[in-house]
């Protein structure tokens, strides 16, 4: 069954200014030459600031108020962050090296490296207290960039973004919900394009034209010097059904001689009811469960059940710290979520006797989507708590960057604690009755008549995840274990 | 690239250095209640010189932060008490684990620091 075509909303790219900025043929670099700018001041002030976590660049932007805007564009917006990413400047330098030439290895083009990463990110960032270290965080970003630069210049393919890139995955799993998506116009104009720019780069050394037949007549296609790259990630635009693969980079948009691709304004979350928009492999469906496992998880981590599990893992000869962490992290991120999902997969096979039908990877892979809203309410509950509880002490760091005096007493002003709490709860709640409407739908499209039972073992598993997120939330934060890094 | 970096160099150029001690005083810190609970709280200063006779005359003040990044600090002023010791009002926002930089400046403009890491309970 090929998927249905995505329906194409007003073109963002049609909007004025922003529109023009983001079709120009620099507009990408213009948006990554900040964030470099800002990375390079995140690293300098890691290494040679003071490393007082509150007072230091380095772990002010990235570890409060970049997680709480990122979340915030991924829900109104759509994939900023990897529209505008300093991380994949190294690809253009090592396409100017001529370095890419291998495809990835065939095992790991899937998103199981990318789960492994982002868990690996997670467990780095507990083992060794990234929020309190400046100077560690510091080397976190230096060694992104390398990695960045390593594999884009060893492979083709955009290989970093595509299968390794946590932060990447992270925002591909939630740009799933964004009201935006990249689309083309008029499927019959790509058929008939014979370059396939939006692939294969408008870009020649030696400038070419060439006529395609279009539906409404013939059209000049040119290439050459002045042309830009097509898609890094390979990505065929008349294919895209998902928010789960792309980049935002636009590449395609500027390298289509035909104008026929844009950045389609769409029903917030539409292709989470879409049947089939996502590949239906386990590698995929584990990521989005476990991403919302992992971020109970993670709020798990700032609470005092986490030390208090510690100490009884410790009591039971089990002392050692990144050793407790990584069991953590193992079972409540991976073997939780993926034995979960099975048995959800299974019951619900049990209870509408379709197990001859459907496979276990079937079933598991129609649901998944309906883990995006509540992994992504409880990831926005979670940022959204240390971005609002006092949102402006970036101004008086800044300002100490700049070498002028923080302004403490003026912009270290608490917010109200009960104001976050409720819009905690709300995105909460409003995850989980998203998740619950998509649940649903795919109960009903798979069961039919059936639908109640085979749609009873997931919203128990979603309502249990929900309330588990809602537990941990009402209990006090407390961040420790970092003494050490403090001298 | 190289123009983001060298900019980025120049901006970290500007950063002040922290202040230098300039005055060798012996600075003490106790809290109410003890051990620190989250709440309303005094931070109870003692500072004597080297000689350790009580400083009577200085201008104290506190700031207190997390660990982690993010967290709002707590600032505070120190009122004489008599005989060398300041209580400052104070508030513990949040548990987990906190410092508390103390600083003192005598009325000749002599400034003396200490920082204090401290575990704050539920």
Same mark, same amino acid.
């Given at each position: 069954?090929?998927?249905r075509?995505?329906?194409?909303?007003?073109?963002?790219?049609r909007?004025?200014?922003?529109?023009?900025?983001?079709?120009?043929?620099?507009?990408?670099?213009?948006?990554?030459?900040?964030?470099?700018?800002v990375?390079?001041?995140l690293?300098i002030?890691?290494?040679?600031?003071?490393?007082?976590?509150?007072?230091?660049?380095?772990?002010?932007?990235?570890?409060v108020? +970049?997680?709480?805007?990122?979340?915030l564009?991924?829900?109104?917006?759509?994939?900023l962050?990897?529209?505008? *990413?300093?991380?994949t400047?190294?690809?253009?330098l090592?396409?100017?090296?001529?370095?890419?030439?291998?495809r990835?290895?065939r095992?790991?083009?899937?998103k199981?490296l990318?789960?492994? &990463?982002?868990?690996?990110?997670f467990?780095v960032?507990?083992i +060794?207290?990234?929020?309190?270290?400046p100077?560690?965080t510091a080397?976190?970003?230096?060694?992104?960039?390398a990695?960045?630069f390593i594999?884009?210049?060893?492979?083709?393919?955009?290989a970093?973004?595509? @299968?390794?890139?946590?932060?990447?995955?992270?925002?591909f799993? @939630?740009?799933?919900?964004?009201?935006?998506?990249?689309?083309?116009?008029?499927?019959a104009v790509?058929?008939?394009?014979?370059?396939?720019?939006?692939v294969?780069?408008?870009?020649?050394?030696?400038?070419?034209?060439?006529v395609?037949?279009?539906p409404?007549?013939?059209r000049?296609?040119?290439?050459?010097?002045?042309?830009?790259?097509?898609?890094?990630?390979l990505?065929?635009?008349?294919?895209?059904?998902?928010?789960l693969d792309?980049?935002?980079c636009?590449? *395609?948009?500027?390298?289509?001689?035909?104008?026929?691709i844009a950045?389609?304004?769409?029903r917030p979350?539409?292709e989470?009811?879409?049947?089939?928009?996502?590949?239906?492999?386990?590698?995929?469906?584990?990521?989005?469960?476990?991403?919302?496992f992992?971020?109970?998880?993670?709020?798990f981590?700032?609470?005092?059940p986490?030390y208090e599990?510690?100490s009884s893992?410790?009591?039971?000869?089990?002392?050692?710290?990144?050793?407790?962490?990584?069991?953590?992290?193992g079972?409540?991120?991976l073997?939780?979520?993926?034995g979960?999902?099975l048995l959800?997969?299974?019951?619900?096979?049990?209870l509408t006797?379709?197990?001859?039908?459907l496979s276990?990877?079937?079933?598991?892979?129609?649901?998944?989507p309906?883990?995006?809203?509540l992994?992504?309410?409880?990831w926005?509950?979670?940022? &959204?708590?240390?971005?609002?509880?006092a949102?402006l002490?970036?101004i008086p760091?800044?300002?100490e960057?700049?070498?002028?005096?923080?302004?403490?007493?003026?912009?270290?002003?608490?917010g109200?604690?009960t104001?976050?709490?409720?819009?905690?709860?709300a995105?909460?709640?409003?995850?989980?009755?998203w &998740?619950?409407?998509?649940?649903q739908?795919a109960? #009903?499209?798979?069961y039919?008549?059936?639908?109640?039972?085979?749609l009873?073992?997931w919203?128990?598993?979603?309502?249990?995840?929900m309330?588990?997120?809602?537990?941990? #939330?009402?209990?006090?934060?407390e961040m420790?274990?970092?003494?050490?890094l403090?001298g | 690239?190289?123009?983001?970096?060298?900019v980025?160099?120049?901006?970290?150029? *500007?950063?002040?250095?922290p202040?230098t001690?300039?005055?060798?005083l012996?600075i003490?810190?106790?809290?109410?209640?003890?051990?620190?609970?989250?709440?309303?709280?005094a931070?109870?200063i003692?500072?004597?010189d080297t000689?350790?006779?009580?400083?009577?005359d200085?201008?104290?003040?506190?700031r207190?932060?997390?660990?982690?990044?993010?967290?709002?600090?707590v600032l505070?002023?120190?009122?004489p008490?008599?005989n060398?010791?300041?209580?400052v009002?104070?508030?513990?926002?949040?548990?987990g684990?906190?410092?508390?930089?103390?600083?003192v400046t005598l009325?000749?403009?002599?400034?003396?620091?200490?920082r204090?890491?401290?575990?704050? &309970?539920?």
């Amino acid at each position: 069954m090929t998927p249905r075509p995505v329906l194409i909303g007003r073109d963002v790219l049609r909007l004025p200014l922003v529109g023009r900025l983001l079709r120009w043929r620099w507009g990408r670099l213009a948006l990554q030459l900040p964030l470099l700018l800002v990375a390079a001041a995140l690293v300098i002030d890691g290494f040679a600031g003071p490393q007082d976590a509150p007072r230091n660049l380095a772990t002010v932007v990235p570890w409060v108020h +970049f997680r709480g805007l990122a979340v915030l564009a991924l829900l109104l917006a759509g994939n900023l962050f990897c529209m505008a *990413c300093p991380f994949t400047l190294p690809r253009t330098l090592a396409r100017g090296l001529s370095l890419r030439r291998r495809r990835f290895p065939r095992r790991l083009r899937g998103k199981w490296l990318a789960l492994v &990463s982002l868990l690996g990110l997670f467990l780095v960032y507990e083992i +060794f207290s990234l929020w309190a270290s400046p100077l560690l965080t510091a080397w976190l970003i230096v060694a992104y960039f390398a990695a960045a630069f390593i594999l884009e210049a060893w492979f083709g393919e955009s290989a970093f973004c595509k @299968y390794v890139c946590p932060l990447g995955t992270f925002n591909f799993v @939630y740009s799933t919900l964004s009201p935006t998506q990249i689309a083309v116009k008029d499927r019959a104009v790509c058929a008939a394009c014979a370059g396939k720019e939006c692939v294969r780069g408008s870009y020649r050394r030696l400038p070419n034209a060439r006529v395609d037949v279009l539906p409404d007549g013939p059209r000049e296609a040119r290439q050459g010097p002045s042309g830009t790259p097509g898609c890094g990630l390979l990505l065929f635009p008349p294919q895209l059904t998902t928010n789960l693969d792309c980049t935002f980079c636009l590449d *395609c948009v500027r390298a289509c001689p035909h104008d026929n691709i844009a950045l389609a304004a769409r029903r917030p979350g539409g292709e989470l009811l879409r049947p089939r928009a996502w590949r239906q492999r386990w590698d995929v469906t584990l990521l989005v469960v476990a991403l919302a496992f992992i971020g109970v998880v993670s709020a798990f981590s700032m609470t005092p059940p986490r030390y208090e599990l510690q100490s009884s893992l410790s009591r039971l000869g089990f002392a050692d710290e990144p050793l407790q962490l990584l069991a953590i992290f193992g079972v409540g991120g991976l073997l939780l979520p993926a034995g979960a999902a099975l048995l959800a997969a299974r019951l619900g096979q049990a209870l509408t006797r379709t197990s001859r039908r459907l496979s276990l990877r079937q079933t598991a892979a129609a649901f998944a989507p309906a883990f995006a809203p509540l992994g992504f309410g409880i990831w926005a509950a979670h940022y &959204s708590f240390h971005f609002l509880v006092a949102p402006l002490t970036l101004i008086p760091v800044v300002q100490e960057f700049l070498g002028q005096p923080g302004e403490w007493a003026r912009f270290g002003v608490m917010g109200d604690l009960t104001a976050i709490g409720l819009l905690q709860a709300a995105l909460l709640l409003g995850g989980f009755l998203w &998740s619950l409407w998509i649940a649903q739908r795919a109960a #009903f499209r798979l069961y039919r008549r059936d639908a109640l039972p085979g749609l009873l073992p997931w919203a128990l598993l979603l309502l249990a995840l929900m309330l588990a997120a809602g537990y941990l #939330f009402t209990l006090p934060m407390e961040m420790r274990g970092t003494d050490f890094l403090l001298g | 690239m190289l123009v983001a970096l060298l900019v980025a160099l120049l901006l970290a150029g *500007c950063r002040q250095p922290p202040p230098t001690p300039t005055a060798a005083l012996q600075i003490d810190l106790t809290y109410e209640p003890a051990p620190a609970r989250v709440g309303q709280a005094a931070l109870l200063i003692t500072v004597r010189d080297t000689a350790g006779q009580p400083v009577t005359d200085a201008k104290v003040s506190a700031r207190g932060d997390m660990s982690h990044a993010g967290m709002a600090p707590v600032l505070g002023e120190g009122e004489p008490q008599g005989n060398g010791r300041y209580r400052v009002p104070f508030e513990w926002t949040m548990s987990g684990d906190w410092f508390v930089d103390v600083t003192v400046t005598l009325p000749d403009g002599a400034v003396a620091q200490q920082r204090f890491d401290l575990t704050v &309970s539920r």
